[in-house]
C-alpha cells in the first residue's frame, strides 16, 4: 500500500537499543511505513522488536537468516526493494526520530528538491553529552557549496524516483552512503536544506553495522571512490567526490585507528 514515507531502519544484534528507536518512530503520528531488516541478529533483537511494535500496523519486520551477517548495504538494500512510500528515509537502530520529525519532513517535501537534509545530534550515552551538532542554514545547496553532514544518509529524506535505481555497495562496511549519496548527487545536483534537528545519533552500540572493522574497509571504500570518479565525465561531481577522497588518504585518524590497529 502507497505511503508518503518509508523508514529503513537495518539492525544487527541491537537488542539493547532498538525498541528505544522503534518508539521514536511509533509516536510520530503520520502517513510511514517503517521498514526493520535483521541481519543475522543473534541476541534477541527480532523479538524485542516484536514486542515494541505489534500493536503498529506500519511497522514491518524482516528477518533473514544466513550463515553470516551481509552488513548494512545489502539490508539498506533488502528495505529499498519493499518500500512502498514517495520518500525514503533511513535510521539506524541505535539512533533515534526526535519528536516532530514527520511534521519536519511533511512541510518540506512540497519544496521543488529531491534529497531533503535536516540536522543532527551527536550523543554520547555513557557521558550523558550531547557534544557535537550541526548547525546549516535552511535553503538550497549545490554541489559547489554542499552543506555539512552531507554525506550521511540518516538525516534525509529522497525522492523515491531519484533512488529507484541506486543501491548501496554491498560489502561496505563504512562508507557506504558516501558513495549512495555522490550517485544521488550526480542526478539531483542539489539537496535541500531545512534547518531543524530531527536525528538524535546515540554513540554506544558496539555492534553498529556502519562502523569500519579493518584497514581493508578502508582501501574497499577509497578503491570505490576512485571508480566513481572514473565513471562520471561531469566535473563537479567528480570534483565533489575527489574531495572526499583527498579526506580518506591524507587522514591521520582513519590510519592511526584503522590500519595500525589490524
Known amino acids: ?18 525498541a528505544r528507536c522503534a ?47 551481509h552488513g548494512v548495504s545489502w539490508a539498506r538494500n533488502i528495505g529499498l526493494e519493499i518500500a512502498h512510500g ?33 540536522n543532527t545530534l551527536r550523543h554520547y550515552v555513557d557521558k550523558g553529552l550531547t557534544l557535537r551538532k ?21 538525516n534525509k529524506l529522497y525522492k523515491r524516483d531519484l533512488v529507484k535505481d541506486i543501491r548501496f555497495i554491498e560489502g561496505m562496511q563504512y562508507g557506504e552512503d558516501e558513495l549512495f549519496n555522490l550517485e544521488c548527487l550526480a542526478k539531483a545536483r542539489w ?32 578503491q570505490k571512490l576512485a571508480e566513481f570518479i572514473a565513471d562520471h565525465d561531469d566535473p563537479d561531481i567528480r570534483r565533489t567526490a575527489y574531495d572526499i577522497l583527498s579526506v580518506h588518504i591524507n587522514s591521520s585518524w582513519y590510519f592511526r585507528g584503522i590500519c595500525e590497529g589490524e
Open 1 to 18: 500500500m502507497k505511503t508518503q514515507i518509508s523508514v529503513i531502519v537495518p539492525y544487527k544484534n541491537a537488542a539493547p537499543w532498538i
Open 23 to 69: 518508539d521514536s518512530l511509533r509516536l510520530q503520528d503520520g502517513d510511514m511505513e517503517f521498514i526493520f531488516v535483521d541481519d543475522h541478529s543473534t541476541d534477541g533483537s527480532y523479538e524485542a522488536l516484536k514486542a515494541a511494535t505489534m500493536e503498529d500496523k506500519r511497522f514491518v519486520r524482516i528477518t533473514k537468516a544466513s550463515p553470516d551477517g
Open 86 to 118: 514517495d520518500w525514503i528515509a533511513f535510521l539506524d537502530a541505535d539512533d533515534e526520530w526526535l519528536p516532530g520529525t514527520y511534521e519536519v519532513y511533511k512541510d518540506i517535501i512540497s519544496t521543488p528538491a529531491e534529497i531533503h537534509q535536516e
Open 134 to 154: 550541526y548547525e546549516n542554514a535552511p535553503g538550497f545547496y549545490d554541489l559547489n557549496n554542499l552543506p555539512e553532514l552531507w554525506v550521511g544518509c540518516c
Open 191 to 222: 539537496i535541500h536544506h531545512g534547518g531543524e534537528i530531527t536525528v538524535r545519533h546515540n554513540v554506544e552500540n558496539p555492534n553498529s553495522l556502519s562502523h569500519i572493522r579493518t584497514g581493508r574497509d578502508l582501501a574497499f571504500q577509497i
